[in-house]
């Protein structure tokens, strides 16, 4: 009997997250799920299998507890994957963009504990399970890291510039561990959490006139975590409708 993989996927409760989450427990792995809420109703987990922890990963305390959370849910169990989505985007009162000259240092530490702090200490956790398994580890990245975004704001971006620079940094370390570390940026997915005015972008600045879904973006981490790509460590992905050229 082929032993079943294990993932860790933060950010699950809905759009790209809960899409891995799904993707996964299709192909047959056991997920342990983390976000700010519940599972969605419609996506009951077997609770034997599957497990889902309530956690702010934007509040520090939280995250420095996470690990010692999840571990007893993993067990003795390798770690296959683990992929850091969860993340936090402020706007301001209108939903416009929050720049860096106003930006309350409050929201500034909220974002970087969400988007950088939490894939460290995940990451740097659950190491030795994940070499156990010449595991993957997949940091949800954004386009707005490389340039500046009409409604992403300064802190948002800025984290997600420094988790690709902790990519690169991670996939050099692990790589002794046999542990791969790659990056994803995705530009407009179609999800809940668009902002007002993205059909402008859309219009304008994508190639292909259109949204991502997030089933292509659930493609795109399925290969990453798969044998396929059993040669790529330290890469930083664009999916953006050629958006970023």
Request: proline content about 5%; glycine content about 8%.
């Amino acid at each position: 009997m082929s032993e079943q993989k294990v993932a860790i996927v933060t950010g699950a409760s809905r759009g790209i997250g809960h899409g891995v989450a799904q993707r996964f427990r299709d192909l047959g792995w056991r997920v342990i799920t983390v976000s700010r809420g519940p599972v969605p109703d419609q996506c009951p987990w077997a609770s034997e299998l599957n497990t889902h922890v309530q956690l702010d990963l934007a509040d520090l305390e939280q995250i420095k507890h996470t690990v010692e959370a999840l571990r007893p849910l993993l067990g003795s169990s390798k770690l296959h994957a683990l992929v850091n989505n969860a993340g936090v985007s402020p706007k301001g009162p209108t939903g416009e963009r929050v720049n860096s000259l106003t930006t309350d240092l409050t929201v500034w530490q909220q974002m970087y504990n969400a988007n950088f702090y939490a894939p460290l200490i995940l990451t740097r956790g659950f190491a030795q399970e994940l070499s156990n398994a010449h595991g993957s580890v997949v940091n949800l990245c954004s386009i707005a890291g490389y340039r500046v975004h009409p409604f992403a704001g300064a802190a948002y971006a800025t984290s997600k510039a420094a988790l690709a620079a902790l990519t690169r940094e991670m996939a050099a370390d692990m790589a002794s561990m046999n542990v791969r570390v790659n990056a994803i940026a995705p530009g407009e997915i179609n999800t809940s959490i668009l902002s007002p005015g993205t059909s402008k972008i859309v219009d304008n600045d994508i190639p292909m006139h259109r949204l991502g879904e997030v089933s292509e973006v659930v493609d795109l981490i399925e290969f990453l975590c798969s044998p396929k790509a059993s040669y790529i460590t330290g890469a930083e992905i664009a999916i953006d409708g050629g958006q970023r050229v």
